[in-house]
């Protein structure tokens, strides 16, 4: 295989996917999120819907078997593997400039979303919406009474997961911005992702 495509840290970047493709996501220094979304390539309006997700497997995080599903409930993306010890972040939205704003960093700080139309824009898309993402490599315990913590990734250097595309789609991939609080590990420095892509089952 080629060597891997670089989703630079903090920024976002676009991958046209065909049914059967493998999709390798990794974290080399094991303590990036990466923000994560799906489009169907013949029609933008159906995307990578989490609700649906959680509908559909019962269950609030994403792991090895999890089926991705979109908007239509139609199957996108299988999870098939994952290095991590899993739970990868479904409920909390992507970062965006609100955000920012709240937590008082400058008016130019780069966000998820930002990144994601970005991205889409170089691809010469364009959606005027922002879709909940798949927060791969986040974590984010619930406890029973249903509140939420958000806390570094639980990941290692070199962790990666692999989804199998079950429709043509764009894939859009964002090395989260974050800096200012601990979900890219305590250290606030976002970091580089890997993306390999490749058809059929070998890697
Ligand atoms: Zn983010």
């Known amino acids: 295989m080629s060597n891997p495509s670089v989703v630079k840290a903090s920024h976002g970047r676009a991958f046209a996917l065909k049914a059967g493709d493998h999709v390798r996501i990794t974290t080399p220094a094991g303590t990036q999120v990466s923000d994560t979304w799906a489009f169907a390539a013949d029609d933008l309006q159906e995307h990578l819907s989490m609700d649906h997700t959680r509908s559909v497997n019962s269950n609030i995080f994403v792991d090895r078997g999890t089926r991705l599903v979109s908007n239509h409930r139609r199957l996108m993306m299988t999870v098939v593997e994952d ?3 899993g739970r990868h ?7 965006n400039s609100a955000i920012y704003r709240e937590l008082g960093a400058p008016e130019d700080h780069r966000s998820c979303t930002g990144n994601l139309h970005d991205a889409l824009e170089e691809a010469g898309l364009k959606v005027p919406f922002t879709p909940a993402s798949l927060n791969l490599f986040m974590n984010v315990p619930v406890a029973p009474d249903g509140s939420v913590d ?4 639980r990941s290692a250097a070199g962790d990666h997961v692999v989804l199998r595309a079950e429709m043509d789609l764009t894939l ?3 090395a989260c911005p974050q800096d200012i609080t601990p979900i890219n590990g305590d250290a606030r420095t976002p970091t580089d992702l890997h993306v390999d892509i490749w058809s059929g089952d070998a890697p």
């Open 83 to 85: 290095t991590t010890p």
């Open 89 to 95: 972040d479904t409920l909390l939205c992507p970062c």
């Open 150 to 153: 958000r806390l570094p990734p």
């Open 172 to 174: 859009v991939i964002s």
